[in-house]
């Protein structure tokens, strides 16, 4: 069964930028699509941005234009480039990868500070 492992998250201040990463491994099957979904404190996890294996790439309306996502099929990663960091994107960011199944990774907190 495939394992994610994230890193990157921290503290940063507004307007600052911070560099999400996660890695596959364990995978017996063809990942179809990876990307990040992200839960604040007391509301529910919602896609933030997610890449297909032949490059296409979605985001929500929110981050549209401050977050970038990349992926690299061979080695089978997922990065989140976070510019322009707003409080209120203050968030538990989860990595997921979509084989037969959905796994997730086990989150990685991004703080900022206003």
């Known amino acids: 069964q495939v394992q994610l492992v994230e890193s990157g998250g921290g503290l940063v201040q507004a307007g600052g930028s911070l560099r999400l990463s996660c890695a596959a491994s364990?995978?017996?099957?063809?990942?179809?699509?990876m990307g990040w979904y992200r839960q604040a404190p007391g509301k529910q996890r919602d896609l933030v941005a997610a890449?297909?294996?032949?490059?296409?790439?979605s985001y929500v309306d929110s981050v549209k234009g401050r977050f970038t996502i990349s992926g690299d099929n061979a080695k089978n990663t997922v990065d989140l480039q976070m510019n322009s960091l707003k409080p209120e994107d203050t968030a538990v960011y989860y990595c997921y990868a979509v084989e037969y199944q959905i796994t997730w990774g086990q989150g990685t907190q991004a703080t900022v500070s206003s």
């Open positions: 364990g995978s017996s099957f063809t990942i179809n699509a």
């Open positions: 890449i297909t294996r032949d490059g296409s790439t």
